[in-house]
């Protein structure tokens, strides 16, 4: 039996000249990291430029850069026009002075002509005013008064506030205690009856064309405000007036306010009161009409216009 030659086995094929140079040949075919390349590849798909961080810090800068420019330029604007703004601010100033400077002068003026006016229709009074002269201007406030009279001191309760709804506020008052015009009134209505010959409160002289009114919670006299305590000065006889407003029924009546509701007055006989003239006057006069033949108007008064007391 013939024996078959062996047969060789295969050689493993030959070695790479660089074989053992491996770690240089993988430097060489890889020189970029992955995550290097991943990245380019990244920006390189986003149109490439500067990073994210870097891109917004720039704009945050260039914001920066024109809000300085835009604060800068509103600063030079307004030092320019300073200038204009003072100088009109001073002619607005001065114009401001030279009205109210006029102004002054005017109201002097009126002072004057006001006063002219009162001490003219003063005179007329005494001179036109016949036998009755001195009684018309007395009663007119014309002229200050000077003689025997009464004190009557009339103020709110202790601790009272403004405001209020009682019983008087029903009726028009209110029941805090506090002074009231149509108190008031009463008590220069009560003096008057009384016999006074002339009355002044707080200064201010009563004539018959003197008006007290409120307003709010305070009380006025020909529109000019007073404020407690009111004193009230009357002339006449002393002791016949005090009695006779204490014994009236607008005595009584400042006699329950002070009961019921605290309002404090006190009455005293003086031997000698001044009260001064009254501020302004409205003089009037009216004379018969003596209707004519064939007129037929049937008037019996006509106004001349000059003004009454």
Do not use: C
């Amino acid at each position: 039996m013939s024996q078959q030659p062996p047969v060789r086995s295969t050689g493993s094929p030959p070695a790479r000249p660089d074989a053992s140079m491996s770690l240089l040949t993988n430097v060489m075919e890889h020189s970029l990291d992955d995550g290097y390349a991943e990245a380019s590849a990244r920006r390189a798909a986003e149109g490439g430029g500067l990073p994210r961080t870097l891109r917004a810090k720039l704009g945050l800068a260039a914001g920066l850069v024109l809000a300085a420019l835009v604060v800068t330029v509103g600063a030079a604007n307004a030092r320019i026009a300073a200038p204009v703004v003072a100088k009109e601010r001073e002619e607005l100033i001065n114009r401001i002075d030279a009205e109210t400077s006029d102004a002054d002068a005017l109201e002097r003026s009126v002072d004057k002509l006001r006063d002219d006016v009162g001490e003219r229709q003063r005179k007329a009074l005494k001179t036109q005013g016949g036998d009755q002269g001195e009684l018309v201007a007395l009663l007119a406030g014309a002229t200050e008064v000077e003689g025997p009279g009464v004190k009557l001191v009339v103020d709110d309760a202790k601790g009272t506030e403004q405001g209020g709804d009682g019983p008087r506020e029903d009726s028009g008052f209110n029941d805090t205690g506090r002074v009231r015009d149509r108190d008031m009134q009463r008590v220069v209505n009560g003096l008057w009856e009384s016999g006074a010959e002339a009355v002044a409160i707080n200064g201010q002289r009563l004539t018959a064309l003197s008006a007290i009114r409120a307003a709010g919670d305070a009380i006025l006299v020909d529109n000019r405000p007073l404020v407690p305590p009111y004193t009230v000065l009357a002339v006449g006889d002393g002791k016949k007036l005090s009695t006779a407003f204490q014994d009236s029924a607008d005595g009584q009546y400042l006699h329950a306010l002070q009961e019921n509701f605290g309002i404090r007055s006190s009455i005293s006989t003086e031997g000698t009161v001044r009260l001064p003239a009254a501020p302004s006057l409205i003089v009037r006069t009216a004379e018969p009409n003596t209707t004519g033949a064939g007129t037929g108007s049937g008037q019996d008064t006509a106004d001349t216009g000059k003004g009454t007391s």
